[in-house]
């Protein structure tokens, strides 16, 4: 039989490989799929398995609550659904035809996000982008949704990364809380972003008007990138002054104010829709410049402005993929139990 649970409130990618790792091994049952994003796990398996699948959940997966100013982690409870899980609806009919395989953290399965995946294993995110899988926009998707949409077999793809995954801990930051989370997304991406973009626009404007004439491609490089960086700084500033002190307000232990729930879902699902225009300007840019490869008649300078935007484009997957495929989620989770919005808690 197969039995599919909702998981509302999970907001631990670790705990929930973790728990798929468990249910994989609970005899009687056959095969797992699961997804964090859409908070739904799909289990195949024999009838007398389902007291030990659901205790399984509970004793891996928690959400959080407040009690007496303090937020303190509390056990889900799964609840059984009448259709599949949404990230297998997504899969094309051919990844379905694929028995998945057991959930291993240190093996990669169809049934994994790409987000999970870039979490857990982070030295992949290289090899998904060369596959040409969107770990950062689209991390939610499972690898299996994904690799069928390219015409990869599914199966195949998760091998091959399980054979040059290398031991590694999972990124640090995956086990902060959203706002220490916060707090390192604008140390280190925020930071690097508010140095670089100023830094690349002039290294842009150089080599256009040196090698403008030979290279009319370099037009394009530069309306690309002024669209990109016209993006990215209106972008930064509303996380900085908005999202980011709303995730902090949440966070607060001792703060029993609600905060604006209706404004800060709303700036989550704007940014997020934000983060894919940004990533549709990054990709024409590695088209236009071959892959930012620089000609053989390029300068030293043309060499430099190439490079920073292959730093740019890599340090800004890592940087949507925190946001989308960890913060934003821990976000939603907090904001279930937290109770209705007083508006006006956060100022717009």
Not at 107 to 115: A, E, F, H, Q, V
Not at 162 to 177: K, M
């Amino acid at each position: 039989m197969q039995t599919t649970l909702r998981i509302a409130g999970a907001n631990c990618s670790i705990c929930f490989n973790e728990a798929l790792d468990g249910l994989g091994r609970i005899d009687g049952v056959s095969a797992v799929h699961g997804s964090i994003g859409e908070s739904c796990i799909e289990i195949d398996h024999d009838d007398a398995a389902l007291d030990v699948i659901t205790a399984t959940i509970r004793d891996h997966l928690h959400g959080i609550e407040m009690f007496s100013n303090e937020i303190r982690m509390v056990p889900l409870e799964p609840v059984a659904l009448s259709a599949p899980c949404i990230h297998q609806r997504v899969a094309h009919k051919a990844a379905c035809d694929t028995p998945p395989a057991r959930s291993d953290m240190n093996t990669i399965n169809p049934s994994m996000t790409l987000g999970e995946i870039v979490t857990l294993h982070p030295s992949l995110a290289t090899d998904l982008e060369r596959r040409g899988l969107d770990y950062c926009c689209h991390g939610a998707r499972t690898l299996a949704a994904a690799a069928v949409e390219i015409g990869a077999d599914p199966q195949a793809v998760a091998d091959e990364l399980s054979a040059v995954r290398v031991d590694e801990p999972a990124a640090a930051w995956a086990s902060l809380g959203p706002a220490d989370l916060v707090d390192h997304i604008e140390s280190v991406h925020h930071r690097y972003l508010w140095s670089e973009l100023s830094r690349i626009s002039a290294l842009v404007d150089k080599i256009v008007n040196v090698h403008g004439d030979r290279h009319h491609e370099l037009a394009e490089v530069q309306r690309l990138f002024a669209e990109l960086r016209a993006d990215f700084e209106p972008h930064l500033i509303r996380e900085e002054q908005v999202l980011f002190p709303m995730i902090r307000h949440l966070s607060a232990p001792a703060d029993q104010s609600s905060p604006d729930i209706e404004q800060l879902a709303e700036q989550i699902e704007v940014l997020a829709s934000e983060h894919e225009t940004v990533g549709a300007l990054l990709e024409e840019l590695r088209r236009v410049t071959g892959g930012f490869v620089t000609p053989a008649d390029g300068c030293a300078s043309y060499a430099a402005c190439y490079r920073a935007l292959a730093d740019l484009e890599a340090d800004t997957h890592l940087h949507v993929h925190k946001e989308n495929n960890v913060l934003f989620p821990a976000a939603r989770a907090l904001l279930v139990e937290r109770p209705a919005a007083s508006v006006g808690a956060v100022q717009r």
